[in-house]
């Protein structure tokens, strides 16, 4: 039985499940995240998950616009276990990290993680859903990040929380976002599946014999998820420039921008 709480490649076309019929719902984002067996589970498959891609996490730190000694600090949104936040603290030895989080697990297993880094984090509760910059984040920084954490709000809530942060940044401060995103051209994802399948021979398996609890999960992971394309456009609508697609690989992207070093 696979140990993730993100299901293996299925997208959000695929299934029909929209942002437009999720909204209405009772949304089980809480329900994955604040359960103890999910959150045990989901960590239980971190060392593996993050074996496959140390490449992407890598580029997310190295497009860090900062010397190899500067001091600053940054804001990881949807941390989890600091996953992204770690291997920005080991490029920059003098980075300091602020995490919001809005689950109390992944934020016990988070401190225990980063253990090793102590005096250069902390967390802050945070609900992304709800919106607003709390008091507790810093309110000016020169860059932001978050991973595999945007896909699970509405459409509203990603373009709103793209403007926050443009609010926040400093000039020239960055935001780069890792995320998986879902197409609308069936050819498009006939690819995906076609090419995710011969690159993770169990994955076609896995995806026909979910349990109840891992549909739920796989439920959750694509409600909210969207095409790129509208991504871009909430950065640029929020007044980002620099952005771009500065990693891709099938429905995995790594895109960003820089709020304008004046204005
Ligand atoms: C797939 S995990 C990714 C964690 C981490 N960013 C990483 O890359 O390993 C998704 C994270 O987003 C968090 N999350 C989901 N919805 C959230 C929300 N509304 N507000 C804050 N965090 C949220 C979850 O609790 C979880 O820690």
Not at 150 to 177: C, M, Q, T
Request: charged share 30%; proline share 6%.
């Amino acid at each position: 039985m696979p140990t993730s709480a993100e299901p293996t490649r299925d997208t959000a076309a695929h299934d029909g499940a929209t942002h437009d019929t999720a909204t209405a719902a009772h949304d089980t984002n809480d329900d994955v995240w604040k359960s103890d067996e999910m959150v045990a589970q989901w960590v239980a498959g971190a060392a593996e998950r993050e074996r496959r891609r140390a490449g992407q996490r890598r580029l997310m730190a190295e497009l860090l616009p900062f010397d190899d000694d500067e001091a600053f600090t940054f804001v990881d949104l949807g941390a989890g276990t600091g996953a992204a936040t770690k291997v920005v603290l080991d490029r920059f030895p003098r980075a300091s990290a602020v995490l919001a989080e809005y689950s109390p697990q992944m934020t016990a297993e988070g401190e225990r993680a980063l253990s090793g880094y102590e005096g250069r984090f902390r967390y802050v509760e945070h609900d992304l859903a709800r919106g607003g910059w709390p008091d507790e984040l810093p309110s000016t920084v020169p860059a932001v990040i978050s991973s595999l954490c945007v896909h699970h709000l509405p459409d509203p809530r990603k373009r709103a929380l793209f403007s926050e942060i443009f609010e926040h940044l400093a000039p020239g401060g960055w935001y780069l976002n890792y995320d998986a995103v879902s197409t609308e051209d069936p050819v498009v994802e006939a690819a995906w599946l076609r090419a995710g399948d011969r690159l993770d021979p169990e994955a076609a398996a896995k995806r026909a014999h979910r349990s109840p609890e891992e549909e739920r999960r796989h439920e959750n992971h694509v409600r909210h998820m969207i095409p790129l394309a509208p991504q871009l456009g909430f950065l640029r609508d929020a007044g980002f420039e620099g952005i771009d697609v500065y990693w891709k690989e099938l429905d995995y992207v790594l895109y960003g921008g820089r709020r304008p070093a004046s204005g």
